[in-house]
């Protein structure tokens, strides 16, 4: 068998076994199984390109290969679970530059001898490469709060986006019909690069799990396109296979706050809407504070209890105290499930593997749809540092800015505890009156001493 | 043109199983999914390795070298790090 030929059969085993490494991803029993099946077909993907017959040094391979193992096995071993969003936000950077860099080569090498079909994928490429990469290091940037995580806005900030987009899209059409226009083609690269930062400067860090999965889907395309311009089919299957999978998220993401992708990337969210009730006419007088042992002598005598996460949690670091007072609670004969909203957190999945860390079984980590019918049958529902999407306006106020939004119904619970640092509003920037409701009390603290008070207080109960 | 059109077949079957084979990945799992997708798209270090060890020149093989490191990053850490979540992904024994 000639290496080219094993090149080709080694890349048609590695796709098979990605389908079916994602395919495993579908239950939590599988699912390693199937990312060791994915890890052969990269490792025979990796070994079967090494044969490919124009390589003719192995310096720069080994030494690229050796500094970027290292690197990764740095940031997989020391991330901790509550990093993860940035994490990811720094990979779709990194995955999105070595396909820009890839696209920048291959033009370099050949630009005006480039066909018409060659050059479309080549401009999308480092296009959408390019864009990609500082948009990730945007978001990560906010997540990991070295810049502000609130949205930057300024006039005619959606004017002056849409016209560099539409400039981007110009130069990449007179590319495709006069591929010899070099200057142009460093000129895409750098405008989109400025684009990327544009696009996540105005992005609020809320958002942050629409814009993630949606910079994964662009960083899967790009790759999926540097496929077409090297005539590479793994490339083109795994880079879709990603494309895919970012899209999927997003739509799953803009669904569970009632949104478009438009509105997201465009819209003005965390803006203060006008014309809504205030705090105070919402708050005024009506809010109960109540204490650790108060709340504590409520959870003695509950039979069901649903904790709701949302990003205070992990911000205050809470869940392993969460999982002590889960214990807890069970041991006195309680019922505990958890319920997760779909974009509580930064990313899509985040309170899952938080909890998970704190070895909570996963099956008790419940979505919307299947908690949502049971709150009525909820003795206590305790909201951890969650706010917009336990807010019951979402299905009352057809003018706010959450209309719409499917959200967990912890209203209807029998009483609702509310643990958060104070009255101030979530992203959406409205008041929430499920704090000022007749069956919620509000515990004032950082939830994790929050926590730690409950479980104090209720062992001395 | 026949090449072209046989890529295009395979990006749109390949576009169609993505999204068939990703609908099915509970909310539970998007974490670990999006940092395995993540990992899997980093396959883009076969078209980096082919630039950095060809003779392509000076300029095709630093950019080919930089390609390289970075998506071995991801090939690597993103394979570790899912694994490292899914490891914790536990079922409830006490209760059945």
């Known amino acids: 068998m000639t290496g080219t030929a094993f090149i080709q059969w080694a890349y048609l085993v590695a796709s098979i076994l990605f389908i079916l490494g994602l395919k ?5 029993r599988t699912a390693r199984r199937g990312m060791f099946l994915a890890e052969t077909g990269m490792a025979l993907a990796i070994v079967g390109t090494l044969f490919h017959h124009e390589i003719i040094s192995y310096q720069w391979i080994v030494t690229g290969m050796v500094i970027g193992s290292a690197i990764g096995i740095g940031i997989a071993l020391w991330t901790p679970m509550t990093a993860m969003p940035q994490r990811t936000a720094l990979s779709h950077a990194f995955g999105a530059l070595a396909v820009t860099l890839v696209g920048v080569s291959e033009y370099h090498r050949h630009g005006s001898e480039l066909g018409s079909i ?4 080549i401009g999308f490429e480092v296009m959408m490469g390019a864009l990609t990469v500082t948009g990730s290091l945007m978001a990560f940037a906010k997540l990991q709060e070295l810049i502000t995580g609130s949205l930057i806005t300024y006039r005619g900030q959606n004017a002056s986006n849409v016209a560099l987009f539409g400039l981007l899209v110009g130069i990449w059409f007179y590319l495709i019909a006069v591929p010899a226009a070099g200057p142009l083609f460093y000129l895409l690269v750098g405008l989109a690069l400025v684009f990327g930062i544009l696009l996540v400067l105005r992005i609020g860090a809320a958002d942050m799990p629409v814009v993630i999965s949606l910079l994964n889907s662009y960083a899967g395309l790009a790759a999926a396109a540097t496929g077409f311009v090297i005539s590479n089919t793994i490339l083109i299957i795994a880079g879709t296979l990603d494309g895919a999978s970012g899209f999927v998220l997003s739509i799953l993401m803009c669904r569970a706050m009632n949104r478009s992708l438009t509105n997201v990337l465009f819209g003005g969210m965390g803006i203060a809407p006008a014309g809504g009730p205030t705090a105070d006419q919402v708050y005024g007088g009506k809010v109960k504070s109540a204490t650790a042992e108060e709340i504590a002598l409520l959870l003695d005598t509950a039979r069901r209890v649903v904790i709701v996460p949302g990003y205070g949690m992990a911000v205050s670091q809470a869940q392993h105290a969460v999982r002590d007072l889960a214990i807890l ?5 309680a019922e505990v499930a958890f319920a997760i909203h779909p974009v509580a957190g930064r990313m899509p999945g985040h309170m899952n593997v938080l909890l998970a860390e704190a070895d909570i079984p996963y099956d008790k980590l419940k979505e919307m749809d299947e908690i949502n019918p049971a709150f009525e049958q909820t003795d206590i529902a305790l909201v951890i540092g969650a706010n917009d999407v336990v807010n019951p306006v979402a299905r009352t106020d057809l003018s706010s800015p959450i209309a719409g939004m499917p959200i967990l119904d912890v209203d209807k619970a029998k009483t609702v505890v509310v643990i958060k640092r104070s009255l101030s509003p979530g992203f959406a920037g409205i008041p929430n009156p499920l704090f000022a409701a007749d069956n919620t009390l509000m515990y004032f603290a950082d939830g994790k001493k929050a926590i730690l008070d409950l479980i104090a207080a209720l ?3 | 043109m026949d090449i072209s059109i046989a890529l295009l077949t395979i990006f749109v079957l390949a576009a169609f199983v993505g999204y068939l084979v990703i609908s099915r990945v509970p909310p539970l799992l998007h974490t670990p999914l999006m940092s395995a997708t993540n990992a899997i798209s980093a ?4 078209g980096a390795l082919v630039t950095a060890g060809s003779d392509y020149g000076t300029v095709s093989t630093i950019l080919g070298f930089i390609a390289v490191v970075s998506a071995m990053t991801n090939v690597v850490g993103g394979f ?15 209760r059945r």
């Open chain 1, 329 to 333: 609670l069970e041991s006195r004969g």
């Open chain 1, 459 to 461: 062992k001395a109960a």
């Open chain 2, 80 to 94: 570790l790090i899912t694994d490292r979540m899914l490891k914790m992904f536990k079922k409830d024994k006490h």
């Open chain 1, 118 to 121: 060659k050059m479309t994928a």
């Open chain 2, 43 to 46: 396959i883009s270090v076969v």
């Open chain 1, 24 to 28: 495993d991803l579908n239950s939590a």
